[in-house]
């Protein structure tokens, strides 16, 4: 799940290829003015692990069935007998892979929101900025509609959501890429403009559709963790880790980058192959992510920067803290969403926006933040 | 003060428009003092014992200065309000039928049209706007798949212009002019030059009503709660058109077989049952809702009794922990519970439903309409909850 960077991208000790940013100013005690160390990124790395495996082990005890603690501990040990039957496939069947699902889902939006941030270089990107989760969602309104949702044992709509994601990719792509460079104000633009055009189709799209059906399709909208099946959560696993080796690697090219183009390309690096790999990653991400879990807000968007504000804006820290502290914070919403009106259920998006926004409106009105500064 | 906007109606060509919206034109609001009654000045004078001279406004006791109030004054005014006050409070503590019959009394009184309150010609619909027909409607439209099933039921297929897309029973309703979708037109229900427009509270558009009301076209709104609203309906539908007595007949026959259902199942042991309505999120249904109480009436516990909304989402554990006994899915054309998402469900070896293989389908369009096909919806959920309690003699019923 966790990837730890080669040890010549962590460590500072020795000055790599490319220099690290320079702070402009420097001030005591200040997370995100200090320089990364090896002993930083570690701590606080080991930190969040075990943050995050203490999440996954505290939701687990909750859920809309009121389990005690002997039968959640027989459950965990598998020492369970017939009687006990119910609470291991609670706890093993229905808890634990939809909080898999929301660590997943959580670090992907995270990951994907801090590195468009970077490479668009606006505190305003999310990972639905590229128009990718307009088109997964057009795809699912139209797999809806026409009844796709049944085919190829109930993956017919993340499928159908993927396809969706997959096209708008190219079309958003194809727009934007110019002379084999993918300059930014265009890829802005062009999923801006994709998401405008997707709204659009998959409005005319509900507007035909049955009442009746309908809902189906908000319920779809609104997003959900709920029992996700086997095969989509190791696809968005599988989908994750290979995001996350690939978007460490630029990680760097990110810290410079955001300084800007200029500043980057002339301290030697690829800014166009750099461009484009991360905009790839970023989108089949979203794709994937969108198709198994629907549209699911706040997450992408606010996480990288409460990570920013807490431990600086180095990228190579920033990343895996960001899909770290975003997983924590979708399974602890979701575990929220799923007990507070027990035994009904609540969108999980409104529950990530309600616990993250004071949070974050807290840290952003007590410490000082510059957008990578 | 919550009363109902009798009061405040406005009659027009025999169509008494929707109180509430009479009341919200800017010009009525009541706190101008170009709209004070006459006796408001006279109340003034006799509570406050003083003619309010040199104010020319019979509103005018509002503005004297304090000095103008002597201690005696005071007690006539004290008096004067709790007269008021008792006199405002009492018909409070009667029951509801006094209040109607006072009301009713002072708008004939102030000289209001309201003799169309009591003609057997107007109609109450679901919002409670009175509709008066002085005959029976010859241009209809309906909004609604079930609207369009009684109107049919009752034999009145010559004098519907229009129905829905989603009107797909009986066959022959295909062949009238389509509605647009989800998102009518009003300018094409306008051109259809309709007499009546019959349309379901759900799946309106919230301006629909307004507009129509501006043009002046007629339409009344259905809205079942209970499985009786739909019988009473029907009824109500059937002496709008005059045929009170084929409503009357259809009532009967759908009361003596909701009633053959209950009189089998009732006294029975009630299994536990779950309505999909979605799997991925499980959205099921719940007090509130029509179905739940279908499943009540068909002799089943809804295992969702205890949710506060009418389609909740529900907690999968939840599920597996109350273990329902049998699992109700509706299919159908459009919408329904497509047949991969009912085989995920089998994943849950533990449930009784599944270990008992009693996973049920039935067709979305004879529960979730609340037209004269409930009643065969009922008991096909009757017959799948407790199968050994029928025979199969419904065969024969079914038309």
């Not at chain 1, 320079?22 to 080991?46: D, I, K």
Request: net charge neutral; with cysteine.
């Amino acid at each position: 799940m966790i990837v730890h960077p080669s040890p010549s991208q962590t460590t500072v000790s020795d000055p790599p290829m490319m220099a690290p940013p320079v702070p402009l100013r420097t001030y005591e005690g200040m997370a995100s003015w200090q320089t990364l160390r090896a002993r930083r990124w570690y701590a606080v790395m080991g930190l969040m692990v075990l943050l995050t495996c203490g999440a996954v082990v505290f939701c687990l005890q909750f859920g809309a069935h009121a389990l005690t603690m002997a039968e959640l501990w027989a459950a965990l040990t598998f020492s369970t007998t017939g009687s006990e039957d119910v609470a291991r496939v609670i706890i093993w069947d229905i808890r634990f892979p939809r909080i898999l699902m929301g660590l997943f889902v959580g670090a992907s939006l995270a990951i994907t929101g801090a590195a468009l941030q970077a490479l668009v270089r606006n505190p305003l990107a999310d990972p639905y900025v590229l128009g990718i989760s307009s088109g997964a969602a057009l795809g699912a309104t139209i797999g809806l509609a026409f009844g796709l949702g049944s085919i190829v044992g109930g993956l017919g709509l993340p499928l159908c959501a993927f396809i969706g994601g997959g096209l708008s990719i190219v079309l958003v792509y194809g727009i934007a890429a110019s002379q084999g460079r993918l300059p930014m104000h265009q890829l802005l633009l062009a999923g801006v403009i994709v998401n405008a055009v997707c709204s659009a189709l998959m409005m005319f799209a509900t507007s035909i559709l049955n009442p009746a059906s309908l809902y189906r399709v908000v319920l779809w909208l609104m997003g959900t963790l709920s029992a996700p099946s086997t095969p989509a959560l190791l696809g968005i696993g599988f989908c994750l880790l290979i995001a996350i080796v690939l978007l460490l690697r630029e990680s760097q090219a990110l810290n410079l980058l955001a300084v800007g183009e200029d500043a980057a390309r002339s301290l030697g690096v690829d800014s166009d192959r750099v461009q484009q790999t991360v905009f790839l990653v970023s989108a089949v991400l979203t794709g994937a992510v969108v198709s198994v879990s629907g549209m699911i807000g706040f997450v992408g968007m606010v996480v990288p920067h409460l990570v920013r504000i807490l431990c600086g804006a180095d990228h190579r820290l920033l990343l895996p803290v960001s899909a770290l502290g975003g997983g924590i914070l979708l399974m602890v919403a979701d575990t929220v969403a799923r007990t507070v009106v027990a035994p009904a259920e609540i969108p999980v998006g409104v529950i990530t926006a309600l616990i993250g926004g004071p949070f974050f409106i807290y840290l952003l009105m007590t410490r000082k933040y510059r957008f990578f500064a | 003060m919550g009363t109902k906007p009798v009061n405040a109606t406005v009659c027009f060509g025999g169509w008494e428009g929707a109180g509430s919206r009479v009341n919200h034109e800017p010009e009525d609001l009541p706190g101008k003092l170009t709209d004070v009654p006459s006796w408001a000045g006279e109340l003034a004078r006799m509570s406050c014992g003083c003619n309010p001279q040199g104010l020319s406004r019979p509103w005018g006791f509002f503005y004297l200065s304090s000095a103008a109030f002597r201690t005696s004054r005071w007690i006539g005014f004290l008096l004067g309000a709790g007269v008021l006050l008792t006199t405002w409070a009492v018909p409070a503590t009667l029951d509801d039928e006094m209040l109607n019959m006072k009301r009713r009394q002072q708008g004939i009184l102030t000289g209001m049209p309201f003799m169309a309150n009591i003609t057997p010609r107007t109609f109450v619909d679901a919002l409670g706007r009175k509709l008066f027909l002085a005959k029976a409607p010859s241009r209809v439209v309906s909004m609604a798949p079930n609207v369009t099933e009684i109107l049919f039921a009752l034999g009145l297929e010559a004098k519907v212009v229009a129905v829905t897309p989603f009107c797909d029973y009986p066959p022959e309703a295909q062949s009238k002019i389509h509605l647009g979708g989800s998102n009518p037109s009003v300018e094409q229900i306008i051109a259809l030059k309709p007499d009546l427009v019959l349309a379901p509270q759900d799946f309106i558009q919230p301006d629909l009503l307004h507009n129509l009301d501006r043009v002046k076209v007629p339409i009344f709104v259905l809205q079942a709660a209970q499985l009786e609203d739909v019988v009473a309906q029907i009824q109500t539908v059937a002496r709008m058109f005059d045929r009170s007595k084929a409503g009357d007949e259809l009532a009967a026959t759908i009361r003596q077989r909701i009633a053959i259902v209950k009189v089998r199942t009732q006294l029975l042991a009630h299994p536990r049952v779950l309505y999909v309505l979605n799997t991925d999120p499980l959205q099921t249904v719940g007090p509130g809702s029509f179905i739940h109480q279908l499943i009540a009436a068909a002799g089943g516990a809804n295992i969702a009794a205890d949710t506060s909304t009418a389609y909740p989402r529900f907690a999968v554990e939840e599920v597996l922990a109350r273990d329902p006994e049998l699992i109700v899915f509706p299919v159908g054309t459009a919408e329904g519970i497509p047949e991969e998402d009912q085989q995920q469900w089998r994943r849950w070896s533990s449930l009784s439903a599944v270990k008992h293989n009693r996973l049920v389908l039935v067709p979305s369009v004879l529960v979730d309409r609340p037209g004269p096909r409930i009643v065969e919806g009922l008991e096909l959920l009757a017959r799948a909850i407790h199968p050994e309690a029928f025979t199969g003699e419904f065969q024969e019923e079914k038309p």
